[in-house]
């Protein structure tokens, strides 16, 4: 870029002459021969220069073409603020003029009529009685489409392409707020969809949400608002039909769910329950309408499968069993009944594995082996999750400094945070005294948190990481590309890694826009000096394209589910020896 710097001191109050100028054309002519952005020179309004790339990037045959226009005839009639383009590229100018120079951004067209998004820098140059302006145009449109996917993706779901859960909320509070007379929530939970994913893999559930998501789409039609609630769960908002007539959609779309999904020459059975709730007098908010959809889904899956739902008083059974999850937790806390499994991170390249990341388990005594989705809500939302956060990093600590005392070549072990860690504000005591007393260096711990809390704590979470970086210890952002908007932000914090989410890596192969906004999300990663992680690696092609388009690690079952330590430290000593005798 150019600045008004750009010239010499001497310029500044020596204007050129009309044979100056034409010097002047010369030396930028010199100057930037070998640019990759767009260059123009402005006078009296009209270009009277350009450079091969404005022409080529423009769409023109020759810069002929090009001279003696204006800027607003290589523009649309209007900007996206819906100013007129001549009325704007004047605002434009005259800013230029008056401070010597101006950065903004442009929306330019192309000869063939195609916008083209511009970072646009004007430098103002005394000529004669009046200014000419120099105009530096960077084509920034790859990283505008990425940013406003991220940006969509606050209230679209990435897998299935529907409002998500803070459309739903927000959608729900809109009718609140006109006071809709028949406001009813139909929510649709999967049954069993945790053994889908286990017995066929992450990529298989994902596929068959996707076609769920398909089939409700056509049931709902116009007639309601669909969006995936949560994971397995979708919500249809309904404002005309009264509950009744409710009731008896839902049971005709149960039977329509209730069918065989065939992914990729699998059969995969699925059925599900169905909650209703109603506005009523009892209960006029948006959070207690949809806490009643909830428990009568829940109770619904409790009843048994293919049942439909409406809340009702008994509900307050299911408040028991909840109260009753609380009171384990605590015991499980105080008997240490939580322990870890380790998902190897493995580096693209080579094939080693640089380092693993903990994922808690809840070993219940009655129930069995829990994963988070049957208690971390419920840990969250009671603040528990401080206490169960502290034994992980407890355990990941101490993990970590037995497998450096038997040699194993890693990096570091990573530990997803809490929001409620970081806003007890005692976070980096807590993990700066774990790494002491295990005695492990603070480079070989790596935290994880996710886009949501940056967003959500701002200041509150950006203090705690850089003094956590200060100290060694690593941060990587986790899911990146579900929450988060822009990467301008993340220029402000300490971010070592950022982790695609698995959502981005899951359709590589079937879809060339989502392989470009990876390949898009890698580079801009790493023109900002972070590393790479992509989560949910399932098949080979995969691999081979991140590690073709130089990502540097990633996880997923293609190598290995998350196993206890033992196993952990087996895969890796196996995956150096080979390693080694390959060399």
Known sequence: MISDRSAPESADTSPLTEQGLLAYLDVIRQLFAATSDMMW??????????????????????????????????????QPNHTSSEDLAQSMIDSAIKYGYHRFEWVHQTRSGEPLMCEITLNAVPVGSGIALLAIGRDISLIKEVENKLRASEFTDTLTGLPNRAALVQHIGQQLAIHTPQLSLVCIGVNNFKRVNEEFGFRIGDKVLKALASTLTRAVGDNGY??????????????????????????????????????????????????????????????????????AMFQSKRLGTQQVHSYSESLADEMAQEKQLLKEMRRAIDKQEFFLLFQPVFHLGSGMVTGAEALIRWRHPDRGVLTP???????????????????????????????????????????????????????????????????????????????????????????Q?????????????????????????????????????????????????????????????????????????????????????????????????????????????????????RN
């Open 465 to 581: 990481l850089w003094r956590l970086r200060q100290a060694g210890v690593a941060i990587a952002i986790d899911d990146f590309g579900t929450g988060y908007s822009s990467f301008g932000r993340l220029k402000t914090l300490p971010v070592d890694r950022v982790k695609i989410d698995r959502s981005f890596i899951c359709e590589l192969e079937t879809d060339q826009r989502n392989g470009a906004i990876v390949q898009s999300i890698i580079a801009l990663a790493h023109n900002l000096e972070m590393v790479v992680t992509a989560e949910g690696i399932e098949t080979d092609f995969q691999y081979e394209f991140l590690r073709s388009h130089q990502c540097e690690s990633g996880q997923g079952y293609l190598v290995s589910p998350p196993v206890a330590a033992v196993r952990f430290e087996h895969l890796v000593r196996q995956r150096w020896q080979a390693l080694q005798s």
């Open 226 to 295: 669909l969006g995936r609630f949560d994971g397995d769960t979708f919500l249809v908002v309904l404002t005309e039909d009264e509950p009744r007539r409710c009731r008896a959609w839902a049971e005709q779309v149960l039977g329509q769910l209730d069918t065989v999904v065939e992914v990729d020459g699998v059969e995969v059975r699925t059925q599900s329950s169905i909650g209703i709730s109603h506005l009523c007098s009892e209960v006029c908010t948006t959070k207690g309408i949809l806490h009643r959809a909830e428990m």
């Open 373 to 463: 989705d049957a208690f971390i809500l419920q840990a969250e939302t009671s603040g528990l999750i401080v206490e169960i956060g502290q034994q992980v990093i407890e355990m990941a600590c101490q993990q970590m400094a037995l497998w450096l005392e038997h040699g194993l070549p890693l990096q570091q072990v990573s530990i997803n945070i809490s929001v409620k860690q970081i806003e007890t504000g005692e976070l980096v005591e807590s993990l700066l005294a774990a790494l002491n007393r295990n005695g492990i260096p603070p480079e070989c711990l790596e935290i994880e948190v996710t886009e949501t809390m940056l967003l959500q704590q701002g200041k509150t979470i950006a203090s």
């Open 41 to 78: 020179v402005v006078h009296q309004g009209r270009f009277i220069w350009c450079n091969s790339v404005a022409v080529r990037q423009l769409g023109f045959d020759d810069a002929s073409e090009l001279l003696g226009l204006s800027p607003a005839e290589i523009s649309p009639a209007f």
